[in-house]
């Protein structure tokens, strides 16, 4: 099965900056729209950035202007830079991605999630 593999998180202070990447695990595979979301303790799962397949972009309020999501088509790679780091930042981060394979029709997948924690 494909899956994709998320990697970047750590900890952080406030202000500081990491950047999360979500990988495609085999060759043929092109992701074409994806988004990151994040889910804290005792909230619920909260959308933070997305792609198009055309490249448009949308976030939410809380990291608009600190976010930034980008696709590498050649290494079949979505990231989230991360910038300005808050603690309402802190959280399990997962990537969501619609891969597309020869002769297959277009798959959605999750990442494993990676903790990002943002502490002083």
């Known amino acids: 099965q494909v899956h994709l593999v998320e990697s970047g998180g750590g900890r952080v202070q406030p202000g500081e900056s990491l950047r999360l990447s979500c990988a495609a695990s085999?060759?043929?595979?092109?992701?074409?729209?994806a988004d990151w979301y994040r889910q804290a303790p005792g909230k619920q799962r909260e959308l933070v950035a997305a792609?198009?397949?055309?490249?448009?972009?949308n976030y939410a309020d809380s990291v608009k202007g600190r976010f930034t999501i980008s696709r590498d088509n050649a290494k079949n790679t979505v990231y989230l830079q991360m910038n300005s780091l808050k603690h309402d930042d802190t959280a399990v981060y997962y990537c969501?991605?619609?891969?597309?394979?020869?002769?297959?029709?277009?798959?959605?997948?999750w990442g494993q999630g990676t903790q990002v924690t943002v502490s002083s």
């Open positions: 969501h991605a619609v891969v597309v394979m020869a002769f297959r029709l277009p798959q959605q997948y």
């Open positions: 085999g060759s043929g595979e092109t992701i074409s729209a």
């Open positions: 792609i198009s397949s055309g490249g448009s972009t």
